[in-house]
């Protein structure tokens, strides 16, 4: 049955296969949210099927669990949403991972590969639903939840399966070794060789993309045979679950125990992801977060192992530019977007004190820095495209420390640009924030050396490019970086600013105008995040992603050893002859 | 120049490529020290060349240095070697590590392929110079000598470099990334993708296999761009030094700084090993020798990747043969050759004390053990082939725990067959011990779970194959395993083996007789060392063993948009009349 899923999912495998070794554009689920797509009703069945969630509290999942039911999750937009998931007895949840894990690890690869592909499939279906619930968890803006969210994250999964795929076709199940070790004799040996998972998986999830971060580990680990434990944030559980949802209804769907699948859900004030990751059954950690608990995790999981994606401080690097008012359009939707709450979102903005090349013009710096807060007000200046654009504030957190970057920099900057209350009349209540700009001096790195999430960014008035380089390498190499943009039109500096970005390791954009930005990763052609400094140790995706989860284990049988009777004969004649 | 070495070693990368997939019988690098193969005086210029090394005291290597020479390898075959080394300074040998992998971290794949290909055929033409450097600091016989030390090591590093370039040549150097954004306009970015190194790598040789256990880190890191800091045991340097210095000369000759790779030499007095691992600039480490070194290096290198062989106690499960004097002549072989000090080498074998089914007759414990030790009695009466077989001792503490294991046999247990010296005819004062052989109950656990490093066996008295199998997978859990034997005729036995063999993660070896034996491992077909269990954390060789040393970096670099003008102007005009 499981070979009909392989068979019938195979071409997009193979599409995904070529898509990671020529890395131009593919995409497997279709970001568009149009009705011509996914279905005219797709759109009112998936609002729908979320608000039944609301209504409905309970979200039911056969999972071992205790009976109580918990979760606190409320949207940024304003309402509580009031789901309650299955509460687990860690112990209880891993004793049924690992009993699960039995048969779905000896599956052989194609077996696992077309339920993997099929859970893609079904999630892609569900695109709707689960934008709706990433839009209410994380205050992404519907459309953004929609892509990033639904699509985006499938095909980030599809890519990870691709990967897993790439390495464990290779490796056959059975050789028949034979070596000639005289004249007349070869030895034989039966090998066959079973790849095996390390042990359970856990998928830690994030609150502001609780898919699109967790789709390529818990992928990755189903592939390789592990069960997956599911550990959403507390405040994003809702995505997460349904993706669960789906999960174990192709595995049961499919003869699979569907405890291959589970849901650990927690709440912010009954944490329990310490206990999950330091248990003795968990051998494989896939963490999005905070920068803090996944140093955490790196050194508290000795039995496992870890791939974290924590946080950063993303710089851009601004010489000189054909087109001023094209790249501060540019930096300002990035900015904007979903309030500057991606890991992804650039921070600091390094322009030369003396100001920049545009075209045959010189700017000054001011010039520089207003063209971009100039963009942004234009950009925002519709109340409607401004909502949709920065949705929502996911963390009350977020708010202070706007607030607090505001307050610094009254005292000891100047405010470009303050941060606002912006209205979403769909949302009232929404809780949102319009981009804080600051601009500070190159020698005040307590203001902007540091991690400042959210909406806040620093434009910083350096004494030239090789000065905005350094200063960018050094935050990169100390905080972390997950991605830089640079904008000049001299080759050499162009070429110096890549050394550096090789050097410290993050991945770089340059000139980007249009409608393409710094803090988009395309699946099958970006990789996403270095693992080389402080912001992470894995990447979306590599083979690296996927080779430490499983080892293959052999088993060698004797066969009889051949030998040619008649050569031994001459052999024997000739020897007493001589 | 370097694409000819690519070319010229083409057939024999691809030849691997394929044997790594199938994993049927394959070698690059003959094993047999035939004239006719090597050339005619190649055994005796191999030897002059080992001499010469003794005579001149002072081996040259113009790398970074203080100016002192140090070194103190004693033959197991008794003589000193006297041979000293360039002592280094850490900081600056890794600068100038550093420094030298800038270009070669730049170069290509195929270009870094072809000098690895061409080091090992350089390698290879000195497999009888290395064989005796092996020799005179391992112990090892001469024949083992040449063919681990040479040809199966050459083997294991070409294994490496496949997997190597596996993994690397599958990574474009540059993508043409289009995507379609509205039916008019498709946007354009150039992407470029390099491959670059965590950073310098430290291979640690033990004293045992010098070569054969640091060829795979050595050539794993060396492909993905890294310079390569060898760093011998204290009392088998010499191997190494000679690798490096062919390594150096093929890289020089090649016009690349020969520092990317470097010996860093110590004494048993002054080691320095701490001091690397933990060093900064240290990004990889492989290391071979103790679980104690070995866990105190994956726990104090948090800036480093860490590939760890430790040490295990290996199993033999014995429950029923069809030929008792064909397993026992089998065992005895493994047991006896190089005085039982490989990694592979069994410790423990588990008998029911009730007996075996052999055939169809039934034998007494003591039947099955005494056969044992009559195989190896016989095996080792020829005092010629003794000596090739035992070679000698490497380390003075083994010959301590012959004694101590002999006189607590005698207090609590029995002796089958004490371990003796035995007369080396070519050098006299070889540091030689024949096999020690001890009969336990399954509950003296004190004395036999545990590990006895060197030639000290138990065969343990068990209540039956049940409980065999569940105290090899008790120690195998607890002190890890690297191989296990067993010997059944029952399938249902072997499968019930087969599962613990899969749970303890040791690859398994069943029914092995004639000259095929559990302490074998082949390059291409066999993987060595799950990874899985305390004996080690990677496997030689496995995609994971080559994939977290290296990242890609990639740049996106803004093209022009591509606008269809006349589509735009065909749907400006369809909107206006609208």
Request: glycine share 6%; proline share 5%.
């Amino acid at each position: 049955m499981p070979h009909r899923l392989f068979e019938r999912h195979q071409k997009t495998l193979q599409s995904a296969l070529e898509a990671i070794r020529a890395r131009t554009y593919w995409s497997a689920y279709p970001e568009v949210p149009s009705g011509k797509i996914y279905g005219e009703t797709a759109r009112d069945a998936g609002l729908a099927a979320f608000e039944t969630r609301l209504k409905n509290r309970k979200f039911p999942i056969d999972q071992p669990n205790t009976g109580k039911f918990i979760g606190g999750e409320v949207s940024p937009f304003g309402m509580k949403l009031g789901v309650t998931y299955p509460q687990v007895d860690l112990d209880e949840l891993l004793a049924a991972a690992q009993q699960a894990m039995e048969a779905w690890s000896k599956s052989d690869v194609e077996t696992r590969a077309g339920i993997a592909l099929e859970i893609l499939d079904q999630l892609n279906k569900r695109s709707f639903e689960i934008a709706n619930a990433v839009m209410h968890t994380t205050g992404q803006g519907f459309m953004m939840a929609f892509q990033a969210g639904g699509p985006h994250a499938q095909d980030r999964g599809l890519e990870a399966v691709a990967y897993a795929y790439q390495e464990l076709s290779r490796i056959p199940a059975t050789a028949n070794w034979q070596k000639q070790v005289s004249k007349t004799d070869v030895i034989r040996l039966q090998k066959s060789y079973r790849i095996v998972p390390r042990g359970v998986a856990v998928v830690i999830g994030c609150s502001t993309f609780p898919t699109w971060n967790s789709y390529p580990g818990f992928f990755a680990s189903l592939m390789i045979g592990s069960a997956v434990v599911v550990k959403p944030h507390p405040g994003a559980i809702l995505p997460l679950a349904i993706t669960v949802e789906v999960a174990r209804e192709v595995l049961r769907d499919n003869g699979f125990d569907p405890n291959l699948v589970t849901l650990a859900a927690d709440t912010h004030g009954k944490p329990i992801t310490k206990k999950l990751v330091a248990h003795d059954e968990v051998k494989i950690i896939d963490y999005t977060g905070s920068s803090a608990f996944g140093e955490w995790i790196e050194s508290h999981a000795p039995q496992a192992v870890v791939f974290t994606e924590k946080a950063g401080v993303n710089s851009v690097i601004i010489d000189s530019v054909d087109d001023l008012k094209a790249m501060a359009a540019n930096l300002a939707f990035t900015l904007s977007l979903y309030s500057g709450q991606m890991c992804t979102t650039s921070q600091n903005i390094f322009i030369p004190r003396g100001g920049i090349d545009v075209g045959n013009e010189h700017k000054s710096f001011e010039d520089a820095a207003w063209a971009i807060v100039d963009e942004m007000n234009a950009l925002l200046s519709d109340s409607k495209r401004a909502a949709e654009i920065l949705g929502a504030i996911q963390n009350e957190e977020t708010l202070k420390r706007i607030d607090e970057a505001a307050n610094e920099a009254e005292e000891a900057a100047t405010v470009l640009r303050p941060s606002q209350w912006v209205l979403n009349e769909q949302f009232p209540k929404a809780r949102t924030r319009s981009p804080l700009v600051i601009k500070v001096a190159a020698g005040q790195k307590k203001l902007y050396m540091r991690e400042m999430f959210g909406p806040i960014s620093y434009i910083i008035a350096t004494d030239d490019t090789p000065q905005s380089i350094e200063l960018a390498s050094k935050s990169a190499k100390e905080l972390g970086a997950i991605t830089w943009a640079a904008y000049s039109t001299n080759p050499q500096t162009t070429a110096a600013i890549e050394e550096a970005a090789l050097e410290a390791a993050v991945p770089l954009s340059i000139n980007l105008t249009g409608p393409i930005y710094v803090n988009q990763a395309a699946a099958f052609s970006d990789y996403h995040v270095s693992g080389c400094n402080p912001a992470g140790n894995a990447t979306l995706t590599d083979s690296a992603f996927v080779t430490p989860r499983f080892k293959v284990m052999q088993v060698r049988t004797a066969l009889p050893q051949q030998v040619d009777q008649a050569a031994r004969s001459t052999e024997a004649a000739a020897a007493a002859s001589a």
